[in-house]
């Protein structure tokens, strides 16, 4: 269980860096199963690799854009072929003027143990609510 712990733990870590450096859409892609689901917030479900990776192909074309997550939490079942991963998130871009924009959020993933590596099976994430002008 701890070196399934481990080796998860580093798949994501490895992600987050690929997604936020690398910005390599192969490298990005490969973390999500083939048939995985991602649903972003207010949007309809985005299924499987191709479109998964035309989803991040056109978030990469987003001026400014940038993200990055870190998993505080993750949970594995006792068979380690199924984890589960919940989280917080950043996700940064110009606006139409230029502005810089920061949606702070929270996440969950799911993974499955395929060919012996996690892949990401479900990847689903909400914005924070807005500051309360009265806070």
């Known amino acids: 269980m701890d070196r399934a712990r481990d080796e998860l ?4 870590e490895a992600w987050c860096a690929a997604a936020a450096a690398a910005r390599d ?15 972003p917030p207010g949007q ?7 479109a998964i990776r035309n989803y991040v ?8 854009f940038s993200i990055e997550w870190k998993t505080t939490r993750f949970a594995i079942a006792r068979d380690c072929d ?5 989280g917080t998130n950043q996700v940064s871009f110009n606006d139409e003027k230029g502005n810089r924009v920061t949606l ?9 143990m395929e060919d012996k ?18 806070a």
């Open 25 to 39: 859409v192969e490298q990005i892609v490969s973390f999500w199963a083939d048939d995985a689901i991602v649903i």
């Open 82 to 86: 199924l984890a589960y991963g919940v």
């Open 9 to 12: 733990e580093r798949a994501d």
């Open 117 to 134: 590596a996690w892949k990401c099976v479900v990847d689903i994430w909400n914005d924070d609510p807005a500051p309360s002008e009265h």
């Open 44 to 50: 309809t479900p985005i299924i499987g690799k191709n």
């Open 104 to 112: 702070r959020g929270k996440a969950v993933t799911i993974w499955r």
């Open 57 to 64: 192909i056109d978030s990469l074309k987003i001026p400014g």
